[in-house]
């Protein structure tokens, strides 16, 4: 990752200085090895970083980075590069404005799966080929990558970008995929009605209303939430009660069906680990299911199953005596 | 007078103490470790430093009823259906947390005092528990916190090897450890020695810890508006989603709203917590007074690190617990702040 961060950055620096773009957005290095914060850097580029803490998709600051003067780099891993084609499709990014880099990603690293493994007190985090080496007041630990990705990178959507102006990539791609995507919905479907509502209580229940899954989601893109209009009473700071903590994420689910690219941000940003991501999936295995694969963000101005119109569309759920499939 | 159990035994104690009154732990559920009511065969975590909500929530609960109204005809009724609760007991508190109670005291305690907080606040006994092995993410030292021994709560305790130590130290401590006195043991000096030991090691620890010397001397009155006019907080905002996880995992921030919930035949007044990353917060009918996030960020640290010690004697709202540098979606939190806009003292931590 050493070698591609250099690449970057010099790359960007032509950019910037044959005045191609103002601006850049990327990840930018914290006060400790794991916690990059995104953001917007000027020619100097000061304190930009690129490694395997930097999962972050960039791809939503694009929205406001649109409205102002001049053109931004933007830095997009390959899933990353699906959220961008998705807004592109919205028209909440106005592509004159952005010069797209596709960059290499070998797998996003999780500090909480790393503290997850009992390591405590960290004073600083190595990537040392298909190891991360931890120094920590309490000794030192080498722990395999693969055991430390985020969820997201398990079920990677390949290694190809579907958007950018030009790519910087690795020769060696790595591929960390090690499960089938559907797996958990799966196992979901086969439970009981009971078994099920006892799994997404247990989960949603510990939900804190913080809002950081529809906030960081590419697709939630709305001007103004319903969730935060206090003259429409839908308006809600907490979870009052249990039919809030569910209802909240299924209406999120529901808005966002068709149109989320499955780039796993609301589970990685959600501080209660719920596992958010597997209701978009549900619905993703289900469109595919009803109106045939689909990914949303594949390419720009594509239409979505569930805005399109076709004669022959399934009718799922409530008519199925209209020769609904379920 | 110091007691002892064995850690084993623990579950024995929980369940005696819950015998007397509801008792909250650091309890893993779902993979996650929140206070919750002990009950048989919860998976009591007193090894997990911090839980994820703070433990504020047992006295500033995120929503609770205040008060409801029924309408009969013309005839409105007032329900009174506040739940203020029973006698409860709190036990493995962090320094950093029991530190919270004395910060939010200073809010909801003023007169007029919130009654609904004093109640729970009067309910409530506080066991404090020293953090065996503290993160990186502990800055508590940095806000005068010892986190080998609370200055808070009506009793202390300790773990070390395999021995559970509890020490009261109010009159209400002293109580409550009677409850469970039977399975104690009271402690000699070779006990005496090994939480001396126990809390020279944690002292060590903390002071190897990459924050624990941050400098706030900066943040205070004089310098208010050199701070609040600092062009930086636009970068430090920059990237700020503008979620609410940060003051939802917050221990000290305390800010609130109170909304009225139609049921159909009435009312149901409600508190709920608010977050001053919002964008309805504190809205008026002349709207929000802070329009950009920028101005919503500068507000959260500028309550903790200015605005609040300014009217409470030089105190932070800040205990330093660690939770917004875990959580933060962004990886921006207060002590990148401070270390920003604190001063060129801390430009070598």
């Known amino acids: 990752m050493q070698e591609i961060f250099g690449r970057i950055k010099k790359r960007a620096a032509e950019l910037f200085a044959d005045g191609t773009v103002t601006r850049m957005v990327g ?16 020619p100097d580029m000061k304190g930009f970083v690129y490694d395997g803490f930097c999962g972050a998709n960039l791809s939503k600051y694009l929205i406001n980075l649109s409205k102002v003067e001049g053109r931004t780099l933007v830095l997009l891993k390959p899933c990353d590069s699906y959220s961008f084609n998705q807004l592109l499709t919205e028209h909440r990014i106005d592509r ?21 493994l009992g390591v405590k007190g960290i004073r600083s985090v190595a ?188 009718e799922p759920g409530a008519t199925p005596d209209k020769g609904g499939k379920k | 007078m110091m007691y002892k159990i064995r850690t084993e035994r623990l579950p024995e104690l929980f369940a005696l103490a819950a015998a007397d009154k509801a008792l909250y732990l ?53 329900i009174e259906n506040a739940d203020t609760g029973a006698p409860f007991g709190l036990m493995g508190v962090r320094s950093c947390d029991a530190k919270s109670f004395e910060i939010l005291d200073r809010v909801f305690l003023a007169e007029p005092a919130d009654t ?25 030292a940095a806000l005068g916190i010892d986190a080998a021994e609370s200055a808070d709560g009506d009793a202390a305790s300790w773990i070390r090897d395999g021995w559970f130590y509890l020490k009261p130290v109010t009159a209400k401590g002293e109580a409550s450890v009677e409850t469970v006195r039977p399975l104690l043991t ?13 809390k020279k090691d944690i002292g060590a620890v903390i002071g190897q810890l990459p924050f624990s010397k941050l400098d706030l001397s900066r943040f205070r009155g ?41 049921t159909g035949d009435g ?43 300014m009217n409470n004697d030089g105190l932070y709202s800040c205990v330093g617990c660690g939770r917004c540098l875990r959580k933060c979606p962004i990886s921006m939190n207060i002590v990148k702040v401070a270390k920003t806009l604190g001063g060129e003292q801390n430009d070598e931590q």
């Open chain 1, 96 to 116: 004159d404005k952005v010069y797209a880099i596709g960059i290499d990603c070998n797998g996003k690293l999780d500090i909480n799966k790393i503290r997850a």
């Open chain 2, 116 to 140: 609904y907080y004093k109640a729970r606040r009067e309910n409530g006994t506080v066991v404090t528990l020293a953090c065996h092995e503290p993160e990186e993410t502990c800055f508590c």
């Open chain 1, 127 to 314: 990537e040392e080929g298909d190891e991360v080496v931890l120094d920590t007041v309490y000794g030192s630990k080498r722990v395999k990558r693969s055991e430390v990705l985020l969820d997201r990178c398990y079920c990677c959507k390949g290694k190809d970008h579907v958007a950018g102006d030009e790519f910087i990539l690795a020769e060696k791609r790595v591929d960390t995929t090690t499960t089938d995507r559907f797996e958990l919905v799966k196992k979901l479907e086969a439970m009981t009605p009971d078994e099920r509502y006892e799994f997404w209580r247990g989960e949603l229940s510990r939900c804190i209303r913080c809002n950081a899954c529809r906030n960081v989601c590419p697709a939630c893109s709305c001007v103004k939430c319903v969730f935060d209009n206090p003259a429409l009473g839908t308006d809600s700071k907490a979870n009052s009660d249990t039919f809030e903590e569910n209802m909240f994420h299924i209406i999120r689910a529901f808005h966002v069906a068709g149109r989320c690219t499955d780039c796993g941000e609301c589970s990685r940003v959600c501080p209660q680990h719920i596992p958010l991501h597997l209701l978009n999936r549900k619905f993703i295995r289900d469109i595919d299911e009803l109106y045939g694969e689909y990914q949303a963000g594949a390419e720009v101005g594509q239409r979505g199953p569930l805005t399109d119109f076709a004669k022959n569309d399934a």
């Open chain 2, 267 to 309: 009312i149901q007044r409600f508190r709920t917590w608010d977050s001053c990353m919002y964008s309805d917060f504190t809205k008026m009918s002349a709207g929000q007074p802070r329009l950009t996030q920028v101005e919503r960020f500068r507000q959260r640290f500028m309550h903790k690190l200015v605005y609040y010690p």
């Open chain 1, 27 to 42: 990840w930018q290095k914290g006060e400790s090895d794991y916690d990059k914060t995104p953001a917007v850097f000027g």
């Open chain 2, 26 to 78: 650091p309890v893993e559920q779902g993979g996650q470790v929140e206070f919750r009511p002990w009950s048989e065969g919860a998976a009591v975590r007193f090894d997990a430093l911090n839980t994820v909500r703070s433990a504020k929530d047992l006295f500033f609960p995120q929503t609770e009823n205040l008060v409801a109204f029924r309408t009969e005809g013309k005839k409105i009724s007032i």
């Open chain 2, 222 to 262: 004089e310098n208010m508006l050199e701070i609040f006019n600092d062009p930086r907080w636009k970068e430090l905002s920059a990237a700020c989603l503008g979620c609410g996880t940060c003051t939802y995992v917050c221990p000290t921030c305390q800010c609130y709203d109170i909304k009225d919930f139609k």
């Open chain 2, 186 to 198: 009271e402690c000699d000096g070779a006990d005496d020695a090994a939480v001396e030991a126990e």
